[in-house]
């Protein structure tokens, strides 16, 4: 049973810096392009930030670019979102993603991804 469990989120003033964790389990995690993901009330699901299987090419929306940074440490089933500098446009439900094994995409498109994990919520205060 595939499983993924989000971690990190919290209340955090503008200027301020989060690190998410996507726990995974249940299936071969290495395998798997990974995604974060996030959804503000009244707003349509936005990707942030997608990894390859190695970790070696990454994408990232442009709102987060410079901000953000995706990680993952196969060895642990374990991906990361950094978030520096938050701002309160950021605040929204995160959640991390994996698409179809051995599969080869890694961008913005939700429907490309075939797990799902229950979300952590992240607020920013101005």
């Not at 500098?85 to 995160?94: C, G």
Request: net charge positive.
């Amino acid at each position: 049973q595939v499983q993924l469990v989000e971690s990190g989120g919290g209340s955090v003033q503008a200027g301020g810096s989060l690190r998410l964790s996507c726990t995974a389990s249940g299936y071969t995690y290495s395998g798997h392009c990974m995604g974060w993901f996030r959804q503000a009330p009244g707003k349509p699901r936005e990707g942030v930030a997608g990894i390859d299987v190695g970790g070696g090419s990454t994408y990232y929306a442009a709102s987060v670019r410079g901000r953000f940074t995706i990680t993952r440490d196969n060895a642990e089933n374990t991906l990361y979102l950094q978030m520096n500098n938050l701002k309160p446009e950021d605040t929204a439900i995160y959640y991390c993603a994996a698409g179809p094994f051995r599969g080869t995409y890694y961008g913005p498109t939700s429907s490309l991804y075939n797990y799902w994990g229950q979300g952590t919520q992240v607020t920013v205060s101005s």
